[in-house]
Structures are given as structure tokens and as C-alpha cells.
């Protein structure tokens, strides 16, 4: 009965909102303003679902072809996560400054649905059915404000989704065909398929879209500022974890791929090495936020890569993987919501500001933070895994300077936000202190999670001084080299450069996407300019040539000869006497 309440409590929202188009105006923007103050109330059902279900599978077998759901160690903690992140943007709604946040909250609400339908199906089609759904309401968030750049954006978002969604469609054909209609069995199935490279290789195109992978990233950078604040934290905090989910579920772990795996670190590597420097050139917050996403789920995708290179460390990895992706997914959450409290929230600037550090500090991986647990988890698992490209370095070596990257940009983050003017206005206290705890929480949350996994999931000593170190110097170092950028800068020389002070147009949000549309506009004036040409020079050959005999003409004068009854006449007399020669000559013969 739970689940029931959980999906339709929030949809039944969503229907009241679509029905106040049939009432007295009065009436409906009492409704809307009423669904819109009181959004977050959609995803309680769903919190109370994570607190009191039962692990075992729920199936509807009347519904499709048998709906079944389930709370298991990945679906049960991303659940969690998503109700938190979606119950705080719904309620940063109505003060966020965007038009019809009636719609803005009907659309979030529509994503928490699929999006926790993704997390918790226990079946293939539901999965589908749930991410697709997931993925198409997305662009209703792009595009919520209706400006060039949002369309721009959400135009991007759609090509991005549409590739993406057909790739995962077509994986799970393949999988459904080799057997793997339960998420249980999924793995196995594609494990056992003779189609198992290129089921894999769907698999990191497909949901590699939805991760943020490079080079499918570029729709991120363009739909966060494009995208009210709100709908830009469930979007990075929340919706990306789905491409995450989709490979844990279907790749085949235990099996050794080494050559996938292998790729798979590659690209992880590589955005989250990259999403730095190209970060680092913007001047948005949001966008910032975004690059750091990339970079962020780069370590994620690194982990799923060693577990499919490695069997005997998947498990592992695999439980490092969902609690990494708790703690990212509330501590960016609590960054992007924290641009709307710093821009017109009541709260002055410090406690908005240590609320906000507080969070940047989890991102990196500094101690007493969550990020402290989940990084820590997160080289454990990997172990002794090298990465061959490197030369045989291990990738637990490696992946700290990931946190280097990060704190690099949240150093520009935190630039561009303290420059930012602000326009305070009262708030809600309930609200303001949800938000403020989200920032402080989850470090008993994601530490609790990674004790309840034990010895699957590694902890460090809270103040251990080895672990301290191991885990502080890239945010020392990152400081470092932060001040040093900050110094030189402010140098004379450097006044006019744009790489010291950058304004998001050396390297444009989006990055390769902006390249891509620069050539292709390039090829079609190409195209214009030659498909010009050679009209000009038809129409001269046209003009040197006599006028053709035209059939057409020719016929529609032996119709009008025909059309004249004395023509036509003679010719009816003539097929006559034809037909009585026939007839006298061969009338014997019968």
C-alpha cells in the first residue's frame, strides 16, 4: 500500500495542478500557489518507504508486464538521497524568482517519480519505462524559463537524450533477449550473451549520456544555468545518479573485462581531469557547479571501471560507488540551493557562507566531512588496482588528485559567488534550516551507511593523522596553488588577460558542443554557397538550350483532336467495323 501512496500521491499533485486549468481563475491560482508552497509534501510517502519497507520484491502483475520494485542496498540509500534533494528543491521553489512555479514544482515532482522509480525497479521494463520518463521531463526543467539560451540548452539536452535513450534501448532489447528481464539476472544474462561487447558498449554510451561522461558531457554545462536552481540540484545531485544505477545493475561484474574496464577508467580519467581547466574558465556559479559534476562522476565511473575489470573487488566497489554517490549527490545539492539562499535569502552572508564552505569541504574530501568517508571507502575498494595507461600506478594513488581538481574549482566557485550582488528577502525558517542541515547531516548519514556495509566498506579513523594527511593534501595543496592564481592575477600584467580573469569565453560552456555547432554551421554555409552555385549555372545551360518537345503538350492536343465530335465519331465507326471483320472471321471457328 506504501508504494502505491509513495508514486501516487505525488502524480495526484500533479493532476490537481493540470485540472486548474478547468476551474474558476480565482480558484486555480489558490490551487497552484497552495501545490506550490506545499511541494516538498510529495516526496514524504517515498521517506517513509525507505524507513519501513521490506527488502523483498513487490510485484503488480497486471501492470505492464508485471511491475516489480524493490529496496536493496543500491535502491534504498539513492532513494533516501533523492527524497532529501527533491523535498529541498521543491520547497526552494516558490521563492527561486521563476515564472509559473506552479509548472516548475508539477515538473519536479513528474522527475522524482521516475527518478525513484530508476532507483528502485526490480525489472527491466519498469527500469526503462522509468529512466525514459526521467529523461524526457528533464527538458521541461531546461527550458522552464523560455530564453535563448534555455531553448539553446534544452535543445542540446534532447539530441544528448534521444542518443542516449536509443542506446539504452537497444541494450536492453539485447539483454531482454539473452534472458535478463529481472535486474537480478540482468548481468548474468548480458554476462552469458553473444552479444556481451556490444550490450557493454551501449551501456557506457547510453547512460554515459545521463553520467556526465566525456565526451558525452556537454549538455551538462549548458542545462545547469539554463535550469532554475532548483531544477539544477536534482539535476546534478540527483538525476545524473541514474546513469550510475544503470550500470550497476547491468554490467556484468562477475566477469573479468579488463579491456572494458580498461576504457571505462580511461574515460573516467580523463573528464575528471579535464572538467577542471575548462571550469576553472567560467564565470557562472552553476557552471562551475557543473564542470565539478563531471569531474565528480569521472571518480564514480572510475570505480564501476575497476569493478568490471576486477571480480573480486566489484562487491566492494560497488557499495563504495552508491555511498560515494550519497554524499556527492546531498553535498552539491546543498552547493547549487545555496546560490539561490546567497542571492535573495534573508541569512547574512557568513552563515550562508559557512554552510556553503562546509558543503565545497565535502565535495573535496576533507576530514570530519562525508566526503572524508566516501573517498576513503572509495580507494579502499579499488585496492591495488593499476590503471595500465599510467605505467602501473595504482589508482588509489591517482584518484586523490581528483580532490586537487576540486578544490581548485570550488576556489572559483567561491570567487565568483563572493562578487555576486545580493538581494535578501524574508524566507522561510523551516525551510532555511532543512537546507542548513543537509549541509551538516549527512556525515552521520554516509558514515552510519558505510558502517552498516561492513567489511565490504572500509572507514577511515576520524582522527587518525595518517588518514588526515592522506585526505587533506590535495585541499591544502588546491589552496594553495588557489592563492597563488589569486596573487598573480592581481599583478598589472595580468589585468587585460582573460585567462586571469576569465568570463566564460575562451572556452564556452558546453566546450566541445560549441565547437561542434561552429562547424556545422561552417559546413552549411559551405553547402548554401555551392548549392547556389549550381542553380546559377543550371538555369544557364537551361537558357542556351532550344525548348524540348513537350509530351505533355503533345498529348493534350490529341485530346482536344479527340474531344471534337466529328473526330471522335469516325473513330468510334472505325473500332466498329474492326470489331465485325473479327467477328465474321473467327465466327466460324466457335
Known amino acids: 500500500m506504501m508504494w502505491w501512496i509513495a508514486a501516487g500521491w505525488p502524480l495526484l499533485l500533479v493532476a490537481s495542478l493540470m485540472a486548474s486549468g478547468v476551474v474558476p481563475r480565482s480558484t486555480a491560482e489558490r490551487l497552484r500557489d497552495r501545490v506550490s508552497r506545499f511541494g516538498w509534501l510529495a516526496v514524504v510517502p517515498a521517506g517513509i518507504l525507505c524507513v519501513t519497507a521490506d527488502p523483498e520484491t513487490v510485484t503488480v502483475p497486471w501492470m505492464l508486464l508485471g511491475t516489480s520494485v524493490a529496496l536493496d542496498d543500491i535502491a534504498r540509500p539513492l532513494l533516501a538521497m533523492a527524497v532529501v534533494l527533491y523535498g529541498l528543491a521543491l520547497s526552494f521553489i516558490p521563492r527561486s524568482g521563476t515564472e509559473r512555479p506552479a509548472l516548475l514544482s508539477g515538473l519536479v515532482m513528474v522527475c522524482f517519480v521516475a527518478n525513484a522509480g530508476v532507483f528502485a525497479a526490480a525489472d527491466l521494463i519498469t527500469f526503462y519505462l522509468c529512466f525514459t520518463a526521467m529523461s524526457f521531463a528533464g527538458y521541461g526543467l531546461v527550458v522552464h524559463s523560455g530564453s535563448g539560451s534555455a531553448r539553446r540548452a534544452g535543445r542540446i539536452y534532447l539530441v544528448m537524450t534521444v542518443l542516449g535513450e536509443g542506446a539504452v534501448l537497444s541494450a536492453m532489447v539485447l539483454v531482454a533477449r539473452a534472458g535478463g528481464m529481472r535486474l537480478s539476472e540482468s548481468a548474468a544474462a548480458v554476462a552469458a550473451s553473444p552479444d556481451r561487447d556490444l550490450i557493454i558498449g551501449l551501456l557506457l554510451v547510453g547512460f554515459g549520456v545521463k553520467a556526465g561522461t566525456v565526451p558525452l558531457h556537454v549538455w551538462l554545462p549548458l542545462a545547469h544555468p539554463a535550469a ?21 545493475r547491468f554490467l556484468p561484474f562477475g566477469e573479468s573485462e579488463v579491456g572494458w574496464g580498461t576504457a571505462f577508467v580511461a574515460l573516467a580519467l580523463l573528464g575528471g581531469f579535464l572538467a577542471v581547466p575548462v571550469g576553472l574558465l567560467q564565470d557562472d556559479p552553476k557552471v562551475i557547479l557543473a564542470y565539478s559534476s563531471i569531474s565528480q562522476m569521472g571518480f564514480l565511473a572510475a570505480l564501476v571501471g575497476v569493478a568490471l575489470a576486477m571480480p573480486e573487488v566489484a562487491p566492494a566497489c560497488a557499495i563504495a560507488a552508491v555511498i560515494y554517490a ?9 552547493l547549487f540551493l545555496g546560490v539561490q539562499m546567497w542571492d535573495v535569502e534573508r541569512w547574512r552572508r557568513w552563515p550562508v557562507a559557512v554552510l556553503m564552505a562546509l558543503a565545497g569541504l565535502s565535495v573535496i574530501g576533507a576530514p570530519l566531512t562525508s566526503g572524508y568517508v566516501a573517498k576513503y571507502g572509495a580507494k579502499e575498494a579499488v585496492g591495488a588496482a593499476t590503471f595500465p595507461a599510467s605505467g602501473g600506478i595504482a589508482l588509489a594513488e591517482v584518484l586523490p588528485w581528483v580532490g586537487l581538481g576540486s578544490t581548485l574549482l570550488l576556489a572559483r566557485f567561491a570567487v565568483v559567488m563572493w562578487r555576486r550582488d545580493r538581494a535578501p528577502s524574508p524566507t522561510p525558517v523551516t525551510r532555511d534550516t532543512a537546507w542548513a542541515s543537509a549541509a551538516v547531516v549527512p556525515v552521520a548519514a ?8 561492513e567489511p565490504l566498506s572500509s572507514r577511515p579513523g576520524w582522527f587518525d593523522p595518517g588518514t588526515w594527511w592522506a585526505q587533506g593534501w590535495p585541499l591544502l595543496a588546491g589552496l594553495a596553488l588557489a592563492v597563488a592564481a589569486a596573487l598573480t592575477a592581481r599583478r598589472p600584467r595580468w589585468n587585460d588577460s582573460r585567462i586571469a580573469h576569465p568570463h566564460g569565453d575562451v572556452v564556452p560552456p558546453g566546450d566541445v ?15 548554401r554557397a555551392i548549392v547556389h552555385r549550381l542553380e546559377r549555372l543550371a538555369a544557364g545551360v ?47 471457328a466457335t
Open 446 to 453: 554516509v558514515g552510519w551507511l558505510a558502517a552498516s556495509h
Open 513 to 527: 558542443v560549441t565547437l561542434e555547432e561552429r562547424l556545422v554551421r561552417s559546413a552549411g554555409k559551405g553547402l
Open 542 to 588: 537551361r537558357s542556351r538550350l532550344a525548348p524540348p518537345v513537350s509530351l505533355v503538350a503533345a498529348v493534350g492536343r490529341a485530346q482536344r483532336s479527340l474531344g471534337a465530335w466529328e473526330v471522335s465519331g469516325a473513330v468510334l465507326l472505325i473500332l466498329i467495323a474492326v470489331a465485325i471483320g473479327w467477328a465474321a472471321v473467327n465466327g466460324g
Open 228 to 248: 532554475p536552481t532548483p531544477a539544477s540540484a536534482v539535476l546534478s545531485g540527483a538525476m545524473i545518479k541514474a546513469g550510475l544505477v544503470g550500470w550497476l
Open 326 to 334: 550519497v554524499h556527492h549527490g546531498l553535498a552539491k545539492g546543498v
